[in-house]
């Protein structure tokens, strides 16, 4: 045995070191800024260079006239030296100007709606947004933000993509409707192809899949999609389930015919994978340790969705109205959440978002945000932030999360009893 | 000239993560590690012909690094907000162990030399000649210096109150693990 190894302290120093809660995002340094700084310090130091040189020319030059004439007409020697240093000093200063740092490449903000939001940490949020209606080109917008949504700066986007979400059983490829990330570096759009990052986001490409992903989420080092697997006609689409590791754009089928009645739900939550579909479809989960079917709690609905945290909460759309099932074993088995607001049954616009264990906040419009249960009973835990439209409600952890509302973006820091908006402006 | 551009585009990007990890662990600061590893790298870009024919660039970078953060540290010389700890994402595979704040607090009081002995030796697992080269000084002090880092927070654990857990090593052991002549 090594003897450093025989030390407590050492086995934890390098436990500490090597944690990889310590790696960093690598766009925090970018190749183009090091060409600027790298240009910088060249012309720096060429303008040092030259002010050195000068500066032995004058002297070398004022010791001669010195030598060489009469003490009275010492004046306009050096004056004439002096101002041909000065000229090299007037260039050699604005050779050392700092050449511009590079603009971010994503275009500004500029008030965009937000779209979608996924966060990789407590701190880091990446936020999809759009600056015109459904179906504009060039109007999509793309921000980051390090520190829990104070400060956002502009990452670009692929120039073809438009904002909106795809007709069910369209090929509207170039669509773009969601963001997320699966680590620091590695994130995709979607809606309808597929665009992924491995550099933080500051450069996308396209992934070739069969069809439109209709849903992604990435957990454990694992992406897993939704993907249309039949949209050429048929009166209704399915989706199949694809999964890729998170750094590479290996996307395999999952094997087993993980095949669901569009439009599907995906949950992910570690390495247990839920899908759910519509109309009659079983829900597939592998929480067993392989895909296996189960029961559906949607059963019958028009739409589903899906949101997981240790509890995983479905939301099965019916026509206007909806209704809710919950799961504390992946999506093997599934519990009504009968959930009563005291207006008849829920709108088929509740959104819900799981946060921790046997609880989720539920969005309503215009009633407050309130805790659930699995139980289904409801606690009031905040009035709605600003106007009434809840799109999505989503938790980093128990404590942190994020709400999309009347398309902008608010942060909760105390398990949703207050909500405060983000600013997003970049420049 | 695009060709060594392109070349150093390359090192760069495919190194990045680890420069900037070694850079954070060495300075305790994930901002105050960007800064120093695009310092690092501007001046590697100003001298790649060089470093790509007579060096290994990573270690050059390394070296730069730890040698820019130890000179700012002596020229600023005065006391630093210890940053936070890091930001922890919910992850199962990391999630059994959790991050020992308490250690990553005690090498955060250490002085940048002492504390860049330690990732030399510890992350990066560079023997002691090997780490001897990167800082510059010889096998005896980076003995020494990994002696009286591992010092401070033993001590500190040492006398904790609560006794979880102790880094106190009897004599004979820290002797045969660090003595200079052993």
Known sequence: ????????????????????????????????????????????????????????????????????????????????????????QTDAARAAEPTPTPTPTGAAWDGARVMSVTATSTRTIVVLGSTGDSGCTGCLRLAESHDGGATFSSLPLPSDRVAGTPELGS??????????????????????DLQATHDGGHSWHYVQLPANVRALEAASGRVWALVAANETGGDLADDRLWSAPVGEDDW?????????????????????????????????????????????????????????SDTLWATCVTGTAAHLAASNDGGRTWTDAPADTGQGSLPNSVVVGARGTGEAVLGVPTL?????????????????????????LGFTNRNVGYAIIDSALWRTDDGAGTWHRLDITTP | MADEQDAFDVFARGRMRELLRFAHVLTGDPHRAADLVQDALERTLMSWDRVVRKDDPVAYVRRAIVNRHVSVWRRQRRERLVADTPDTPYDPRTAKRAFDGDLWAALSTLPPRQRAVLVLRYYEDLSEADTAAALGCSVGTVKSQTWK??????????????????????????????????
């Not at chain 1, 001669?64 to 306009?76: C, D, K, M, V, Y």
């Not at chain 1, 009973?377 to 905040?382: D, F, G, I, P, Q």
């Open chain 2, 149 to 182: 880092a591992l010092a401070k927070p033993r001590d500190r654990s040492a006398t904790d109150s609560e006794g979880v857990r102790t880094w106190t090593r009897s004599t004979a052991t820290r002797s045969s693990a660090t003595c200079a002549t052993c």
């Open chain 1, 1 to 88: 045995m090594d003897p450093l190894d025989r030390d407590p302290l050492e086995r934890d120093l390098r436990d500490l070191l090597t944690d990889d809660r310590l790696a960093l995002t690598t766009h925090l340094v970018r190749i183009d800024a090091v060409h600027a700084g790298a240009t910088r310090r060249r012309r720096r130091r060429a303008a040092v260079t030259a002010v050195a040189g000068a500066v032995v020319v004058v002297a070398v030059a004022g010791s001669a006239l010195l030598a060489h004439q009469p003490r009275a007409s010492t004046g306009s020697g050096p004056a004439t030296s002096a101002s041909g240093g000065t000229g090299h």
């Open chain 1, 171 to 192: 090929a509207d490829g170039n669509v773009v409707s969601d963001v997320r990330f699966g680590s620091a570096d590695d994130g995709w759009l979607f809606g309808g």
């Open chain 1, 252 to 308: 395999q089928p999952v094997p087993g015919q993980v095949v669901v009645t569009a439009p599907g739900a995906l949950a992910v939550q570690g390495n247990t994978v839920t899908v759910l579909g519509a109309d009659r479809s079983p829900a597939w989960s592998n929480a067993s340790g392989t895909f296996s079917k189960g029961a559906n709690p949607c059963r019958g609905s028009l739409d589903t969705r899906l949101s997981g």
């Open chain 1, 368 to 392: 407050p945000l309130a805790r659930l249960a699995m139980n289904g009973s409801l606690t009031e835990v905040a009035k709605p932030p600003t106007g009434e439209l809840v799109s999505y």
